[in-house]
Every structure is written in C-alpha cells, then in structure tokens.
T-cell receptor
Framework: AQSVTQLDSQVPVFEEAPVELRCNYSSSVSVYLFWYVQYPNQGLQLLLKYLSGSTLVKGINGFEAEFNKSQTSFHLRKPSVHISDTAEYFCAVSESNDYKLSFGAGTTVTVRA | DTAVSQTPKYLVTQMGNDKSIKCEQNLGHDTMYWYKQDSKKFLKIMFSYNNKELIINETVPNRFSPKSPDKAHLNLHINSLELGDSAVYFC??????????FGSGTQLSVL
C-alpha cells in the first residue's frame, strides 16, 4: 500500500520569495502523484498532477513539481509567492489502476508581506 | 455551475441523532468518494463507488452507510452520531480513478 510523507508541517515565507514544499512517497508499483491546495474554509483544488511522461510538471498559479523516481519524491515549488498563496497544501499518491488516493498530512504555507 | 456539490455545508446536531449528507456531480464521472478531514486537517478516505458499486470501504464504523442511487449521486448516512464524528466531510468524483474533483465540504459538529 502507498503512503505519503510531507516533511514540513508549516512553512512561513515572505511575499515574492521562493517556496519549496517537500513530499516523499512509498510504493512498490507505478504511481500517480498530485498536489492539491485548500484555501481557508474551502474544498481541495488540484494544483498539478504527474501521471506519466515528463518528470517536470507545471500547474496552476505558477506552481511546478518534479517527480524523482529514484528518490521517491515529488517536491512542489514556486519561484515567487503572493499573499494569496497562503493555504494548506496536500501531496497525494495513488497506485496506477487503483482508485484509492492517499494524502499526506498537509503543509501550511503562510505568506507574509 | 458547480461540478461537485454537497449539502448541507454546515450540520450541527446532538449526539445520538441520525443525519445524512448528499453529494451530486455533473462531470459525468464514473467514481465517487467520501473523505473525512479531521481537526488536524488530515484527509482519510472512507468509501468509494464506481458505477454504483462499492469498491473502497475503509475501516469505518458501520454507523456510516453510503448509498449511491446512480452514478451522479453518493449520499452518506450516519446513525447514532458521536462527538468523535465531528469533522469536515468531503465528497469527490473522478473518471477511472485518476484526478479527483472535490466538493466544498460539509462541516459536521456533534454536540
């Protein structure tokens, strides 16, 4: 069974600074990887996904992530954050041909002026 | 037009009551899910239906019973509510188990 570890529970960052959120997964088979964002009092919105192909994945709002199979990682990056990026970020994994999506514990990003 | 909609958005009730949460998706997806988010924001899958058939049934008390009358609807009924059931419940849908689209959540408070 797959599992996800988000290495940082809280990440404070200044506006216009870069941010990286770390995610590692464990699985013995091929996986699909996702990052979701949850703004306060809202549902989850897909930021980006890796299903196959290029290991560098670009998503919405200027986010990107890189799939590293050897390190079983899928870290999320943004070169310059805005106040509006303050939210909870979740890394998630599912095994190919499996309908079960497992989430990490989440990383709270707080952007300060 | 909301893709995955769930009602109610807030649900406040007394211990021991029975309540239901409804979910509908208009994306034409074949799979629907219920997730529970606890007070620490941790998300855990509860159930999943594919074409009205139960395919995922995690370790959930049998007071929780999902029902899928058709592919576009998945309801969650909870009997004999307990304090520990307080959480945010999210409905989601997907096509063949790839990208999940989430509803905006139902915040359940059991007093």
């Amino acid at each position: 069974a797959q599992s996800v570890t988000q290495l940082d529970s809280q990440v404070p960052v200044f506006e216009e600074a870069p941010v990286e959120l770390r995610c590692n997964y464990s699985s013995s088979v091929s996986v699909y990887l996702f990052w979701y964002v949850q703004y306060p009092n809202q549902g989850l919105q897909l930021l980006l996904k890796y299903l196959s192909g290029s290991t560098l994945v670009k998503g919405i709002n200027g986010f990107e992530a890189e799939f590293n199979k050897s390190q079983t990682s899928f870290h999320l990056r943004k070169p310059s954050v805005h106040i509006s990026d303050t939210a909870e970020y979740f890394c998630a994994v599912s095994e190919s041909n499996d309908y079960k999506l497992s989430f990490g514990a989440g990383t709270t990003v707080t952007v300060r002026a | 037009d909301t893709a995955v909609s769930q009602t109610p958005k807030y649900l406040v009730t007394q211990m021991g009551n029975d309540k239901s949460i409804k979910c509908e998706q208009n994306l034409g997806h074949d799979t629907m899910y219920w997730y529970k988010q606890d007070s620490k924001k941790f998300l855990k899958i509860m159930f999943s239906y594919n074409n009205k058939e139960l395919i995922i049934n995690e370790t959930v008390p049998n007071r929780f019973s999902p029902k899928s009358p058709d592919k576009a609807h998945l309801n969650l009924h909870i009997n004999s509510l307990e304090l520990g059931d307080s959480a945010v419940y999210f409905c989601a849908s997907s096509q063949e188990g790839t990208v999940l689209f989430f509803g905006s959540g139902t915040q359940l408070s059991v007093l």
